[in-house]
């Protein structure tokens, strides 16, 4: 249900807005007060969603703007992962006595004016969806508890283990450059596997967030799969990611179309995390409208998984195992 959904997004953030706010490098960057003030304009809106929850059922207007309000979390869930990913490497680079090795000199002070700047944006939304329900009656109550008590909630931690970042390099090299070369495919699959804990998110997201990466593919998405592999779902989630806007839709041919709008013909970089699948049947789907959705070559995607059988049903070009 978009409620509880919407209430582990916010109990997450705000998590996540507390420890980033202690950082020393947030700190130094000026940015720990603009996270304080996002993180109580979050427990605000929290504060309103037990009120929603008893009124979703019965008002379509409170449906929508769970709905809406769903599709921003997800947004700046996403940003706080790669901010604390950004944070956990410059310490490690900083212990390594090279400071910023990862955001050149030259380039420190607008990457810190581009995080201000979206904070300043993601923050502007919630005001704009705490308004509304302001004007649709909403009243806070106590912190929610009660809705979500009994779902199992998973979280990404705040920062990744600094123990996983060390001594990656190589690792990070090799997975750059077999997604940036040319392909033979019309869409190559590059699967990262290992057993749980070993790092596979977090290689995939040093990989992500790489420079040359994000030059070399326009369009990047991230989406999370876990146990629940079904490629609408995962087709209306690379809407999201695209668009920071909720999508619902269950018609093929109408999310092809929106993610070509969206694409506009650039070469996308599309990470699967942590897939659970044996069965190629809804692979073979999500493949056919991917390739339906590429207006030009070398586009990829990046899989993480656990087991050796998910990468023989997704036919993946490569696959790359995480030692210890």
């Known amino acids: ?66 709905n809406k309000l769903e599709a921003v979390a997800r947004v700046a869930d996403v940003f706080m992962d790669e901010l604390a990913y950004e944070v956990t490497r410059q310490k490690v680079e900083n212990h390594r006595k090279v400071r910023d090795f990862f955001v050149p000199s030259k380039n420190r002070i607008l990457y810190r004016f581009k995080v201000a700047r979206k904070i300043k944006s993601i923050h502007t939304s919630f005001d704009k969806y705490f308004k509304l329900a302001v004007d649709l009656g909403l009243q806070p109550v106590a912190h929610l508890g009660s809705v979500v008590q009994h779902r199992e909630i998973h979280k990404t931690p705040p920062f990744e283990d600094e123990s996983k970042i060390v001594g990656r390099d190589n690792d990070i090299a090799y997975l750059v450059q077999s997604l940036c070369k040319n392909h033979e495919e019309d869409l190559p699959v590059i699967a990262i596997v290992g057993m749980g804990g070993q790092g596979k998110t977090t290689l995939a997201r040093m990989v992500y967030n790489r420079d040359v990466v994000i030059n070399m593919f326009p369009k990047r998405m ?103």
């Not at 996270?35 to 207007?61: F, G, N, Q, V, W």
Request: glycine share 4%; aromatic share 6%.
């Open 222 to 324: 991230w989406v999370t799969v876990s146990d629940d592999f079904d490629f609408i779902k995962i087709l209306n989630e690379m809407v999201v990611s695209l668009t920071s806007v909720h999508s619902v839709l269950e018609n093929t041919e109408g999310l092809i179309k929106g993610l070509q709008k969206n694409l506009k013909g650039e070469k996308f970089l599309l990470v699967l995390d942590d897939v659970w699948i044996e069965k190629s049947e809804e692979w073979d789907n999500l493949m056919n409208s991917l390739i339906g959705v590429c207006g030009t070559k070398g586009s990829s995607i990046l899989v993480t998984t656990r087991n050796q059988e998910v990468v023989d049903a997704l036919r993946c070009s490569l696959s790359f195992r995480v030692k210890n």
């Open 1 to 66: 249900m978009a409620d509880a959904i919407v209430a582990d997004l916010a109990s997450g953030l705000v998590c996540k807005l507390v420890s980033l706010a202690t950082q020393e490098v947030i700190q130094a960057w000026n940015l720990h007060e603009d996270l304080e003030a996002l993180r109580e304009r979050l427990e605000s809106i929290d504060a309103l969603l037990s009120d929603a929850y008893t009124k979703e059922p019965t008002m379509s207007a409170v449906q929508s703007w769970f």
